[in-house]
Protein backbone atom coordinates (compact mmCIF):
# COMPACT_ATOMS: atom_id res chain seq x y z
CA UNK A 1 0.00 0.00 0.00
CA UNK A 2 2.77 2.38 0.40
CA UNK A 3 3.80 2.94 -2.96
CA UNK A 4 5.48 5.98 -4.04
CA UNK A 5 3.81 9.22 -4.31
CA UNK A 6 4.09 12.71 -5.14
CA UNK A 7 1.56 14.87 -3.49
CA UNK A 8 0.51 18.23 -5.11
CA UNK A 9 2.30 21.32 -4.51
CA UNK A 10 -0.24 23.74 -5.05
CA UNK A 11 0.45 27.82 -5.15
CA UNK A 12 -1.68 30.15 -2.59
CA UNK A 13 -2.38 32.72 -5.29
CA UNK A 14 -4.77 34.60 -2.84
CA UNK A 15 -1.82 35.35 -0.90
CA UNK A 16 0.09 38.71 -0.36
CA UNK A 17 3.69 36.45 -1.18
CA UNK A 18 3.63 36.00 -4.62
CA UNK A 19 5.53 32.53 -4.55
CA UNK A 20 4.06 30.92 -1.88
CA UNK A 21 2.98 26.96 -2.15
CA UNK A 22 1.43 24.56 0.20
CA UNK A 23 2.67 20.93 -0.27
CA UNK A 24 -0.58 18.29 -0.50
CA UNK A 25 0.59 15.87 1.71
CA UNK A 26 -3.22 16.19 3.40
CA UNK A 27 -4.13 14.57 0.12
CA UNK A 28 -1.77 11.71 0.51
CA UNK A 29 -5.08 9.70 2.13
CA UNK A 30 -8.09 10.83 4.14
CA UNK A 31 -7.25 8.85 7.26
CA UNK A 32 -3.82 8.07 7.17
CA UNK A 33 -3.03 11.63 7.64
CA UNK A 34 0.16 13.54 5.47
CA UNK A 35 2.98 13.10 7.52
CA UNK A 36 1.49 9.91 9.21
CA UNK A 37 1.62 8.13 6.46
CA UNK A 38 5.29 9.35 5.51
CA UNK A 39 6.45 8.14 9.43
CA UNK A 40 4.09 4.53 8.76
CA UNK A 41 5.93 3.82 5.50
CA UNK A 42 8.97 2.28 6.97
CA UNK A 43 7.72 1.36 10.11
CA UNK A 44 5.11 -1.02 8.25
CA UNK A 45 8.21 -1.94 5.80
CA UNK A 46 10.47 -3.41 9.03
CA UNK A 47 6.83 -4.64 10.79
CA UNK A 48 6.28 -6.97 7.37
CA UNK A 49 10.13 -7.72 7.40
CA UNK A 50 9.85 -9.27 10.27
CA UNK A 51 6.87 -11.04 9.94
CA UNK A 52 5.22 -9.37 12.63
CA UNK A 53 1.17 -9.45 12.03
CA UNK A 54 0.19 -6.50 14.83
CA UNK A 55 1.03 -3.56 15.09
CA UNK A 56 1.14 -2.41 18.78
CA UNK A 57 1.15 1.69 19.16
CA UNK A 58 0.05 4.80 21.76
CA UNK A 59 -1.70 7.82 21.93
CA UNK A 60 -4.00 10.47 23.40
CA UNK A 61 -7.94 10.22 22.51
CA UNK A 62 -7.52 12.76 19.63
CA UNK A 63 -4.44 11.43 18.30
CA UNK A 64 -4.38 11.60 14.03
CA UNK A 65 -1.69 8.81 14.65
CA UNK A 66 -4.04 6.21 15.83
CA UNK A 67 -6.66 6.61 13.35
CA UNK A 68 -3.90 6.24 10.19
CA UNK A 69 -2.05 3.49 12.35
CA UNK A 70 -5.65 1.65 12.20
CA UNK A 71 -6.64 2.40 9.04
CA UNK A 72 -2.88 1.40 7.69
CA UNK A 73 -2.48 -2.16 9.79
CA UNK A 74 -6.63 -2.98 8.27
CA UNK A 75 -5.37 -1.67 4.48
CA UNK A 76 -1.89 -4.65 5.12
CA UNK A 77 -4.15 -7.20 6.84
CA UNK A 78 -2.92 -6.91 9.97
CA UNK A 79 -3.96 -6.37 13.66
CA UNK A 80 -3.59 -3.32 15.18
CA UNK A 81 -3.66 -1.78 19.07
CA UNK A 82 -3.51 0.78 20.80
CA UNK A 83 -2.91 2.07 24.70
CA UNK A 84 -5.16 5.29 24.83
CA UNK A 85 -3.82 7.85 27.51
CA UNK A 86 -6.28 8.64 29.65
CA UNK A 87 -9.96 7.66 30.66
CA UNK A 88 -12.01 5.62 28.66
CA UNK A 89 -14.19 7.98 26.91
CA UNK A 90 -15.34 8.05 22.86
CA UNK A 91 -15.01 10.46 19.93
CA UNK A 92 -14.89 10.72 15.91
CA UNK A 93 -11.22 9.95 16.28
CA UNK A 94 -11.77 6.63 17.82
CA UNK A 95 -14.88 5.57 16.38
CA UNK A 96 -12.86 5.20 13.11
CA UNK A 97 -9.88 3.73 15.23
CA UNK A 98 -12.81 1.12 16.49
CA UNK A 99 -14.35 0.70 12.66
CA UNK A 100 -10.56 -0.35 11.56
CA UNK A 101 -10.54 -2.75 14.19
CA UNK A 102 -8.10 -1.40 16.10
CA UNK A 103 -8.69 -2.51 20.07
CA UNK A 104 -8.04 0.14 22.53
CA UNK A 105 -6.68 -0.07 25.74
CA UNK A 106 -7.22 3.27 28.11
CA UNK A 107 -4.59 3.27 30.14
CA UNK A 108 -4.59 6.25 33.32
CA UNK A 109 -1.97 8.94 32.38
CA UNK A 110 1.02 7.21 35.33
CA UNK A 111 0.89 4.00 33.68
CA UNK A 112 0.84 5.39 30.10
CA UNK A 113 4.30 7.35 30.87
CA UNK A 114 6.24 3.96 30.88
CA UNK A 115 5.14 2.73 27.50
CA UNK A 116 7.80 -0.25 27.00
CA UNK A 117 6.06 -1.39 30.65
CA UNK A 118 2.78 -1.17 29.16
CA UNK A 119 3.84 -2.92 26.14
CA UNK A 120 5.62 -5.72 28.09
CA UNK A 121 2.60 -5.96 30.11
CA UNK A 122 0.59 -7.69 27.60
CA UNK A 123 2.58 -8.50 24.85
CA UNK A 124 5.77 -9.36 26.27
CA UNK A 125 5.75 -13.10 25.61
CA UNK A 126 4.41 -12.46 21.71
CA UNK A 127 6.60 -12.58 19.02
CA UNK A 128 3.77 -11.20 16.58
CA UNK A 129 3.79 -7.64 17.84
CA UNK A 130 5.40 -5.20 16.62
CA UNK A 131 5.49 -1.49 18.55
CA UNK A 132 5.14 1.68 17.45
CA UNK A 133 6.05 4.80 19.71
CA UNK A 134 3.44 7.32 19.89
CA UNK A 135 3.24 9.57 17.15
CA UNK A 136 5.51 6.97 15.34
CA UNK A 137 8.58 8.89 16.24
CA UNK A 138 11.56 6.50 15.10
CA UNK A 139 14.72 6.47 12.50
CA UNK A 140 12.34 4.82 10.28
CA UNK A 141 9.59 8.14 10.60
CA UNK A 142 12.97 10.20 9.83
CA UNK A 143 13.60 8.60 6.91
CA UNK A 144 9.98 8.09 5.52
CA UNK A 145 9.52 11.91 6.08
CA UNK A 146 13.18 13.22 4.39
CA UNK A 147 11.74 11.50 1.28
CA UNK A 148 9.32 14.62 1.12
CA UNK A 149 12.40 16.74 -0.04
CA UNK A 150 12.72 14.45 -3.47
CA UNK A 151 9.61 15.88 -4.33
CA UNK A 152 9.91 19.59 -4.06
CA UNK A 153 12.06 21.80 -6.71
CA UNK A 154 15.25 22.56 -5.50
CA UNK A 155 14.98 26.68 -5.71
CA UNK A 156 12.85 26.31 -2.39
CA UNK A 157 14.07 28.73 -0.45
CA UNK A 158 12.24 28.78 2.90
CA UNK A 159 10.38 25.73 4.41
CA UNK A 160 7.57 25.57 6.74
CA UNK A 161 6.06 23.02 9.25
CA UNK A 162 4.28 22.66 12.11
CA UNK A 163 6.12 20.30 15.05
CA UNK A 164 4.59 18.24 17.99
CA UNK A 165 7.31 15.74 18.36
CA UNK A 166 9.63 16.93 15.87
CA UNK A 167 10.18 13.61 13.97
CA UNK A 168 8.85 15.48 11.01
CA UNK A 169 10.95 18.43 11.47
CA UNK A 170 14.33 16.12 11.66
CA UNK A 171 13.37 14.18 8.45
CA UNK A 172 12.34 17.26 6.39
CA UNK A 173 15.90 18.74 8.10
CA UNK A 174 17.79 15.56 6.92
CA UNK A 175 16.42 15.44 3.60
CA UNK A 176 17.78 19.49 2.69
CA UNK A 177 21.21 18.43 4.06
CA UNK A 178 21.52 15.05 1.82
CA UNK A 179 20.29 16.95 -0.80
CA UNK A 180 22.92 19.71 -0.32
CA UNK A 181 20.40 22.52 -0.47
CA UNK A 182 20.53 26.26 1.21
CA UNK A 183 16.69 25.59 2.22
CA UNK A 184 16.05 27.13 5.69
CA UNK A 185 13.29 25.19 7.33
CA UNK A 186 11.17 27.44 9.67
CA UNK A 187 9.45 24.75 12.29
CA UNK A 188 6.75 25.95 14.46
CA UNK A 189 6.08 23.86 17.72
CA UNK A 190 2.57 23.70 18.66
CA UNK A 191 3.54 23.29 22.37
CA UNK A 192 4.51 26.43 24.47
CA UNK A 193 8.16 26.52 25.41
CA UNK A 194 8.63 24.69 21.80
CA UNK A 195 12.78 25.19 22.37
CA UNK A 196 12.86 21.25 23.05
CA UNK A 197 12.26 20.53 19.64
CA UNK A 198 15.60 21.40 18.83
CA UNK A 199 16.95 18.76 21.22
CA UNK A 200 14.59 16.41 19.93
CA UNK A 201 15.27 16.86 16.51
CA UNK A 202 19.15 16.68 17.18
CA UNK A 203 18.31 13.14 18.56
CA UNK A 204 18.17 12.08 14.80
CA UNK A 205 19.94 14.47 12.80
CA UNK A 206 22.88 16.99 13.74
CA UNK A 207 21.04 20.46 14.05
CA UNK A 208 22.84 23.32 11.07
CA UNK A 209 21.64 26.98 10.51
CA UNK A 210 19.11 25.42 8.20
CA UNK A 211 16.77 24.77 11.35
CA UNK A 212 14.65 28.06 12.28
CA UNK A 213 12.51 27.44 15.23
CA UNK A 214 9.48 29.95 15.46
CA UNK A 215 8.46 29.04 19.15
CA UNK A 216 6.39 32.17 19.71
CA UNK A 217 2.64 30.59 17.84
CA UNK A 218 1.38 27.69 20.08
CA UNK A 219 -1.61 29.99 21.22
CA UNK A 220 -1.40 28.51 24.76
CA UNK A 221 -0.18 25.26 24.06
CA UNK A 222 -0.93 21.46 22.15
CA UNK A 223 -4.03 21.90 21.46
CA UNK A 224 -5.18 25.45 22.57
CA UNK A 225 -6.74 27.74 20.61
CA UNK A 226 -7.45 32.00 20.94
CA UNK A 227 -9.58 33.61 18.80
CA UNK A 228 -7.34 35.63 16.80
CA UNK A 229 -6.62 31.67 15.82
CA UNK A 230 -9.88 30.63 14.97
CA UNK A 231 -10.95 33.36 12.93
CA UNK A 232 -7.62 33.34 10.80
CA UNK A 233 -8.44 29.64 10.26
CA UNK A 234 -11.83 30.57 9.10
CA UNK A 235 -10.64 33.20 6.48
CA UNK A 236 -7.58 30.79 4.99
CA UNK A 237 -9.83 28.04 4.70
CA UNK A 238 -12.45 30.29 2.59
CA UNK A 239 -10.00 32.60 1.23
CA UNK A 240 -7.81 29.38 -0.66
CA UNK A 241 -10.45 26.78 -0.62
CA UNK A 242 -7.96 24.45 1.57
CA UNK A 243 -8.87 22.90 4.87
CA UNK A 244 -6.46 23.19 8.35
CA UNK A 245 -7.05 22.30 11.56
CA UNK A 246 -6.05 24.61 14.74
CA UNK A 247 -4.01 21.94 16.24
CA UNK A 248 -1.12 21.92 13.72
CA UNK A 249 -1.46 23.70 10.13
CA UNK A 250 -3.31 26.59 11.14
CA UNK A 251 -0.51 27.58 13.55
CA UNK A 252 2.20 27.44 10.73
CA UNK A 253 0.19 29.39 8.12
CA UNK A 254 -0.98 31.99 11.11
CA UNK A 255 3.26 32.24 11.28
CA UNK A 256 3.70 32.48 7.77
CA UNK A 257 1.05 35.16 7.35
CA UNK A 258 2.89 36.87 10.82
CA UNK A 259 5.61 36.94 9.34
CA UNK A 260 5.13 38.40 6.18
CA UNK A 261 3.65 41.11 7.50
CA UNK A 262 6.68 42.26 9.42
CA UNK A 263 8.75 41.89 5.99
CA UNK A 264 10.50 38.94 6.77
CA UNK A 265 10.46 37.49 3.81
CA UNK A 266 12.87 39.08 0.36
CA UNK A 267 10.35 39.38 -3.10
CA UNK A 268 10.13 36.33 -4.82
CA UNK A 269 11.66 33.67 -2.39
CA UNK A 270 10.63 30.68 -3.41
CA UNK A 271 8.17 29.45 0.30
CA UNK A 272 6.42 26.16 0.41
CA UNK A 273 4.58 25.14 3.59
CA UNK A 274 4.07 21.41 4.20
CA UNK A 275 0.71 20.14 4.97
CA UNK A 276 0.40 17.68 7.16
CA UNK A 277 -3.08 16.97 7.00
CA UNK A 278 -4.91 15.90 10.79
CA UNK A 279 -8.30 17.02 9.44
CA UNK A 280 -10.80 14.41 10.91
CA UNK A 281 -10.98 16.39 14.16
CA UNK A 282 -12.11 19.43 13.06
CA UNK A 283 -15.60 17.78 12.68
CA UNK A 284 -15.66 17.27 16.17
CA UNK A 285 -15.20 21.14 16.80
CA UNK A 286 -18.20 22.80 16.56
CA UNK A 287 -18.91 24.66 19.53
CA UNK A 288 -15.90 26.62 18.79
CA UNK A 289 -17.42 27.93 15.05
C1 LIG B 1 1.20 14.56 14.12
C2 LIG B 1 1.08 15.82 13.34
C3 LIG B 1 2.12 16.77 13.30
C4 LIG B 1 3.36 16.66 14.16
O1 LIG B 1 4.31 15.78 13.67
P1 LIG B 1 5.62 15.49 14.54
O2 LIG B 1 6.40 14.58 13.69
O3 LIG B 1 5.17 14.81 15.81
O4 LIG B 1 6.29 16.76 14.85
C5 LIG B 1 1.96 17.89 12.49
N1 LIG B 1 0.84 18.08 11.78
C6 LIG B 1 -0.20 17.19 11.82
C7 LIG B 1 -1.40 17.50 11.04
C8 LIG B 1 -0.10 16.05 12.59
O5 LIG B 1 -1.14 15.18 12.62
Known sequence: MFTDLNSPLQQLK?????????????????????????????????????????????????SNHLVATAAA???????ATAFVRGEEVINEMLVLCKLYGMQLIFTDRETYKDKVACYRKYFGENTDTYFID???????????????????PADVEHIFCAAGTGTTA??????IQEAGWKTKLHVIPVLKSGNFIREEINKYVAVTDHLLLHTDYHFGGYAKTQPALL???????????????PVYTAKMCFAIQDLTTQN????????????TGGLLGIMGMKEKF
Open 231 to 245: EFMKQFIANHGILID
Open 73 to 79: AARSGLQ
Open 264 to 275: YFKNEEKIVAIH
Open 170 to 175: AGILKG
Open 14 to 62: HSRLSNLWMKRDDLIDPYISGNKWRKLKYLLKDAAEKNKNHLVTFGGAY
Open 134 to 152: EGGASTEAVKGCAELISEL
